[in-house]
């Protein structure tokens, strides 16, 4: 095998079974070789019309091209199923989210313990940022002993049990609950 040949390998442009059959084809002669100045006018001899005629197919420089095409047809079929599977993915991810979302969602809005007329201001922090919730005092001493918990729904604060956090927790890790830790 010649250094082009090993190099097209390497690189996956051809296979072997390409390289061996380029290497079994026999070398052509330039169309001038061989004859005279005079001789290429001449009406061609029958042994020129018998190496054409018994020619093999295979030789023809288009097959080499349909070779190249098919790779190139190949390698965008490939290219365009790889993006297809890409997107499928992406699309299953989107999905799994909005599902694990909307679960969390219903077991916030479920068990939201709330109440509008609180009117005791309960800090927490979350990141380095001091947020407040107004709770009455059956709920502060419930957040102190770590029954209840803080949660985020629709972007509001939302009281729920402490059960609850845990399994929202289990559900999605990234989700922010606050839970107090009882250092008793």
Known sequence: MSSL?????????VTEEQVKKAAEK???NKPNQGRSKNSHNKRPTSSNTK???NSNPNNNP?????????????????????????ARKKQEEAR???????????L????LQNDETADIRYNF???????YLFVNEEQQQKLADGELAISFLGGKRALI????????????PNKIVIVSENTD
């Open 161 to 172: 049990p402490a059960t609850i956090a845990k399994e929202i927790k289990s559900i999605n």
């Open 51 to 53: 190496n054409k005629s």
């Open 96 to 106: 799994l989210k909005k599902e694990t979302n909307d679960k969390i969602n219903k």
């Open 62 to 86: 288009k097959k080499e091209t349909s070779d190249l095409a098919q790779f190139y047809k190949e390698r965008a079929s490939l290219e365009r199923s790889e993006k297809q599977e890409a």
């Open 108 to 111: 916030l809005s479920d068990n």
């Open 5 to 13: 040949s090993d190099q097209l390998l390497k690189a996956g442009i």
């Open 125 to 131: 922090v979350v990141g380095t940022t001091i947020k």
């Open 26 to 28: 026999p070398k052509r």
